[in-house]
């Protein structure tokens, strides 16, 4: 298996996902930046599908509502715009990909992680997540559904949750930096893409998550997971953020080797971002 894939002239970190993933994922990505809907809405399962945005509380619960959808948004955006993957994670049951929306599909450009369960080679279940700050604070307010009528349900099912997610995510919740340290390898990445921090190596992810507080942290609740052996994600839930995700990537002894969260910063103020994002500096204790 190739560690990289040219998927719409960019390369694609596969290194951790099989070939039917990256199969469907090269054809996802195609279809959704072309203009033919009937070809991206064979990649969902007629019978049963649930896809949603958890930054602006959208969810399509069938397959005709989230055809009509796509077929709207296909026909306004120009033909320069394109979405394509950077990382793909998983295997033919379900697996987390980071993409990328090019800045004409939505006036911005939009780095988001969706995770995704499959049955029989189609999609089932689609879950976008994204900084709210992409679009700007008062952009995405606009779209958001208020925070008392955001839904509580974006289609989740008992798919399988690989043991190692459950035992980071407990220790996340349980707020316990000892424990989170123990699952993850020496030169481990951590990395949230809303805070726009990047820390290397157990020693600095530990001191990290000991001295600041993130959503993804002491209390959260896990919503769904996806992945394998190899890593996957879980979504999460938090008392400020309804909705948020954390992908990891996994070695050979299942200690991670890469963290990666992203969640709607636009529900923080400026104050409380900045100093979580003080806490990636080392000697600050």
């Known amino acids: 298996m190739s560690s990289t894939a040219e998927i719409l002239g960019h390369d694609v970190d596969v290194s951790r996902a099989s070939d039917d993933l990256v199969r469907f ?15 991206l809405m064979a990649h969902f399962a007629r ?22 959808q796509f077929a709207e948004l296909l026909a306004a955006w120009p033909a320069e715009a394109v979405a394509y993957p950077t990382r793909i994670v998983g295997d033919g049951d379900s697996g987390v990909v980071f993409f990328t929306d090019s800045p004409e599909m939505f006036g911005r450009e939009v780095r988001a992680i969706g995770t995704v369960n499959l049955r029989d080679g189609k999609a089932v279940r689609w879950v976008d997540h994204w900084d709210g700050r992409s679009l700007t604070v008062a952009g995405v307010e606009k779209l958001r559904v208020p925070l008392d009528q955001f839904p509580g349900d974006f289609g989740e099912e008992a798919f399988g949750e690989p043991s190692v997610l459950r035992k980071l995510a407990a220790a996340l919740s349980a707020g316990d930096a000892d424990r989170v340290a123990a699952l993850l390898g020496p030169n481990v990445v951590v990395e949230d893409l809303a805070l726009h921090t990047l820390v290397t190596g157990r020693i600095a992810a530990h001191s990290f998550l000991r001295r600041t507080t993130l959503p993804y942290g002491a209390g959260l609740t896990v919503r769904h997971t996806v992945g394998n052996a190899q890593g996957g994600a879980f979504e999460w839930a938090s008392a400020d953020v309804p909705r948020g995700v954390t992908a990891v990537e996994l070695d050979r002894q299942g200690l991670a080797t890469r963290i990666t969260s992203t969640w709607d910063s636009s529900l923080w103020t400026e104050h409380d971002l900045t100093t979580a994002q003080r806490a990636t500096a080392l000697g600050a204790e």
Do not use: I, M, Q
């Open 25 to 39: 994922c090269r054809s996802y990505f195609e279809a959704k930046s072309g203009t033919d809907v009937d070809v």
């Open 47 to 68: 019978e049963s599908v649930t896809y949603g945005d958890a930054t602006v509380g959208w969810v399509f619960r069938d397959w005709k509502t989230l055809y009509d």
